[in-house]
């Protein structure tokens, strides 16, 4: 079968708790970074950027997290927050994407955020064809106001996604998947 098809038909996810080193190198994940950015973007807004999370600044970005934690859970447990700190040590190479809004402009706000998508998306697949483990998470951190303001987010951006990338330390599970039939229906007029 052609090499794309047959990765489309068979990428799925490697939990991050799943993933080993290593992860892609620099070469690697400017490769990965260039698939990312290459999606479909009406308008040429280039509505997203992207923020590189690798070796210490993932552990750094883990104090940031603790932080955060506390700050909206005051009444937890000190150990729970500590969690947070190895958050983004679990893969090699973390790729958070933003998703950067030009607002009152004739593409809509949708489109904009839907070209966000296509760029996690696109770096999942280049990860997978690259022999990575890779998966697309949001988590509580997507939707803090405290981390929000800790990566200097404007008022128009928002977390799209956070790309783990790695190896897998074994065979992921299938996950059952939709069936055709289900959500694919000749229109009827
Ligand atoms: C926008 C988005 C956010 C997600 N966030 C999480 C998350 O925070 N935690 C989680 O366990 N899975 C999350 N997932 C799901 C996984 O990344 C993944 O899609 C799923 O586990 C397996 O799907 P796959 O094998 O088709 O990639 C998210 C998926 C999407 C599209």
Not at 48 to 74: K, N, Q, S
Not at 127 to 132: E, V
């Given at each position: 079968m052609n090499p794309t098809l047959e990765l489309l038909l068979t990428r799925r996810s490697v939990k991050a708790i799943d993933m080993i080193e290593p992860g892609p190198d620099a070469g690697q994940i400017e490769t990965i970074l260039r698939c990312g950015i290459r999606v479909p973007d009406h308008g040429k807004l280039g509505p997203w950027r992207i923020l590189r999370f690798t070796g210490d600044r993932r552990r750094a970005f883990g104090e940031v997290l603790v932080a955060a934690w506390r700050a909206a859970h005051?009444?937890?447990?000190?150990a729970r927050a500590e969690l947070e700190r190895g958050r983004l040590e679990r893969a090699p190479v973390v790729l958070a994407v933003v998703s950067r809004i030009t607002p009152?402009?004739?593409?809509p706000q949708w489109e904009q955020q839907l070209s966000a998508g296509a760029v996690c998306q696109n770096l999942l697949l280049a990860s997978h064809a690259m022999g990575f483990a890779a998966q697309w998470l949001t988590e509580w951190f997507s939707y803090d106001a405290t981390v929000a303001r800790a990566l200097h987010l404007s008022p128009h951006e928002r977390l799209a996604g956070w790309i783990h990338i790695g190896s897998a330390a074994g065979t992921p599970p299938e996950r059952p998947r939709p069936v055709l039939e289900d959500v694919v229906r000749d229109w009827q007029p």
């Amino acid at each position: 079968m052609n090499p794309t098809l047959e990765l489309l038909l068979t990428r799925r996810s490697v939990k991050a708790i799943d993933m080993i080193e290593p992860g892609p190198d620099a070469g690697q994940i400017e490769t990965i970074l260039r698939c990312g950015i290459r999606v479909p973007d009406h308008g040429k807004l280039g509505p997203w950027r992207i923020l590189r999370f690798t070796g210490d600044r993932r552990r750094a970005f883990g104090e940031v997290l603790v932080a955060a934690w506390r700050a909206a859970h005051p009444d937890d447990a000190p150990a729970r927050a500590e969690l947070e700190r190895g958050r983004l040590e679990r893969a090699p190479v973390v790729l958070a994407v933003v998703s950067r809004i030009t607002p009152e402009h004739k593409i809509p706000q949708w489109e904009q955020q839907l070209s966000a998508g296509a760029v996690c998306q696109n770096l999942l697949l280049a990860s997978h064809a690259m022999g990575f483990a890779a998966q697309w998470l949001t988590e509580w951190f997507s939707y803090d106001a405290t981390v929000a303001r800790a990566l200097h987010l404007s008022p128009h951006e928002r977390l799209a996604g956070w790309i783990h990338i790695g190896s897998a330390a074994g065979t992921p599970p299938e996950r059952p998947r939709p069936v055709l039939e289900d959500v694919v229906r000749d229109w009827q007029p």
